[in-house]
């Protein structure tokens, strides 16, 4: 299972970006995708995630509102829309795959992650 992260860059606070997760060597109604972020010098946190089976959907509380998670069969992608970005989102955005149900599911829970892609939000 690979899973590749992009769309990550620059921008300014209140601004916008769409980021883009595709999966391979998995099949998105069997593994729960979850979006993960981590700033520097802190820890990785939970930003998102959607489960396999329902697409039932999960936000942290700080990007509930402004960040919005959906998936592509299609093109086998899980995609995360950011808006209203604001400095404290700077981070990596890494996501993961996993087998346990995301609603529950710990970070120790995804087995396969992506390599990140980075996110500045700065004025």
């Known amino acids: 299972v690979q899973l590749q992260a992009s769309g990550g860059g620059s921008v300014q606070p209140g601004g916008s970006l769409a980021l883009s997760c595709v999966v391979s060597?998995?099949?998105?109604?069997?593994?729960?995708i979850g979006w993960f972020r981590q700033a520097p010098g802190k820890e990785r946190e939970f930003v998102s995630c959607?489960?396999?089976?329902?697409?039932?959907?999960y936000s942290a509380t700080p990007v509930k509102g402004r960040f919005a998670i959906s998936r592509e069969y299609a093109k086998n992608t899980i995609n995360l829309q950011m808006n209203d970005l604001k400095p404290e989102d700077t981070a990596i955005y890494h996501c993961a795959a996993s087998l346990e149900e995301c609603g529950v599911a710990t970070r120790s829970d995804y087995d396969y992650w992506g390599q990140g892609t980075l996110v500045t939000v700065s004025s």
């Open positions: 060597g998995a099949n998105l109604d069997r593994y729960d």
């Open positions: 959607m489960s396999s089976g329902d697409g039932r959907t």
